[in-house]
């Protein structure tokens, strides 16, 4: 199946017992009995964020301290310390300067809006126990920038979606039962998923990939109504990405009004359901071979690992016998490498290029797309103006 190209408007019957998200103002209206519920229901802080925090932000999100960033400046650390702190607001010509030195327009940093509180930001991160504090700290404001980002194209673009992303109550459905209900509305067909990162974007999910400079955090996500963001490490294997992304849209799906004890289990339990669901995949896994596995691999779009961990918690694997796969697999220096990896389908998100290249296609000039997303002119990592193929899902506003 091709990629999937969304829609421009339309309504579906209601079909599950689910309930959208209450703030989806630009979402059709999949479901007929959705609660409406304030902003604070759906786990945001409501609290604006402040010009000396969006100045953080942005240079957490660079690598920087406030010694070096002070530096470029020609200003002293206690002096930009009280910019940050809200102690002092700086001119409008120092905002222009630091704004500059971060990659971003002074405009992005005075309208940051209103963000989610950074406990859910860090909730919605896959990571290894092994991850430093400071590198997934750097990516949370990374997430938290490109939230920004999303926030200001949002305010210029229409962005019509043909899917959605529901809401499930974690106390009424279980993660199995709710990826057993998205696979049905999305209308996904039986077996695997072919370009997940396509079916995501399809939602008006935007997908931001960098090198994250570890590979101990896979990908993050969060929502900037009504769409979701996620990011991702583009370094990663493209089964090792497809499990990522079906891990955030567990987080997205599950974790959007709090966060339970055991929300890693749930979203696992989510993506595993999502990507290989248990009633095709079962028999498959019986008395499966390393040899098996290669093959299945190529065919579900996951890693072996993932399938013998789907296989043993499905019951048709025995303990025994993943033991004795995984001594296997680390004697062959598969346990960090798996083979196969670069045989599976590239996937890579395409909706963030595909809006600037709409502006472009609007008229737009480079310079005046930067302003719009809140990017520095001289920014050359402003992720709009990546040129690629394109897909008719935005319409910009007249002026």
């Given amino acids: ?8 408007e339309g309504s579906l019957p209601s079909r599950n017992p689910v309930q959208q998200h209450p703030q989806a103002a630009f979402y059709r209206p999949i479901y007929r009995n959705r ?4 902003e604070a229901q759906r786990g945001s802080s409501g609290r604006a964020l402040s010009l000396g925090e969006a100045i953080t932000t942005a240079r957490c999100a660079r690598g920087l301290t406030q010694k070096v960033l002070s530096a470029r400046l020609g200003i002293t650390q206690a002096a930009l310390s009280r910019h940050e702190n809200d102690l002092r607001e700086p001119s409008e010509e120092r905002l222009k300067e630091i704004a500059s030195a ?26 290894r126990a092994t991850a430093r504090p400071t590198v997934w700290r750097r990516l949370e404001a990374q997430l938290n920038l490109h939230r920004l980002h999303a926030r200001r194209i949002l305010e210029h673009v229409d962005l019509y979606a043909d899917l959605t992303i529901p809401w499930f109550d974690p106390f009424a459905f279980d993660p199995v039962t709710a990826a057993r209900l998205l696979r049905a509305e999305w209308g996904l067909p039986v077996g695997p998923v072919r370009d997940l990162t396509g079916w995501i ?17 896979d990908g993050l996500s969060q929502w900037v109504d009504p769409y979701p963001v996620i990011m991702l490490n583009s370094t990663a294997p493209t089964d090792r990405r497809r499990l990522t992304l079906a891990h955030e849209l567990g987080h997205l799906c599950l974790h959007s ?13 989510f993506a ?6 248990a009633e095709v995949i079962r028999p498959q896994l019986r008395n499966v071979t390393t040899g098996r596995l290669h093959d299945l691999k190529r065919y579900w ?9 789907r296989g043993f918690h499905l019951g048709v694997i025995p303990a025994k016998q993943r033991t004795y796969l995984y001594k296997r697999f680390s004697a062959l220096g598969w346990r960090t490498h798996e083979p196969v990896s670069d045989e599976l389908p590239p996937e890579r998100a395409r909706l963030v290029s595909d809006i ?28 709009f103006l990546n040129s690629g193929p394109r897909l008719r899902i935005v319409r910009a506003r007249p002026e």
Avoid: W
């Fill in 1 to 8: 199946m091709g990629r999937p190209h969304p829609q421009v």
């Fill in 35 to 38: 609660l409406s519920a304030p």
């Fill in 102 to 127: 971060l990659g971003v327009t002074s405009g992005l940093l005075l309208r940051a809006g209103r963000m989610r509180g950074a406990i859910a930001v860090g909730a919605h991160m896959r990571r």
């Fill in 201 to 217: 974007e399809k939602t008006g999910c935007l997908i931001f990939e960098s090198d994250f400079g570890t590979g101990r955090v």
């Fill in 257 to 269: 009004q709090g966060v339970p004890d055991d929300y890693e289990s749930d979203a696992t339990s």
């Fill in 272 to 277: 595993a359901e999502f990507l290989m669901p």
């Fill in 301 to 309: 779009g996951v890693s072996m690992q993932s399938l013998i961990e």
């Fill in 356 to 383: 600037g290249q709409a502006m472009l296609e609007r008229g737009l000039t480079a310079s005046e797309i930067s302003a719009i997303t809140g990017y520095a002119p001289e920014s050359s990592d402003n992720p």
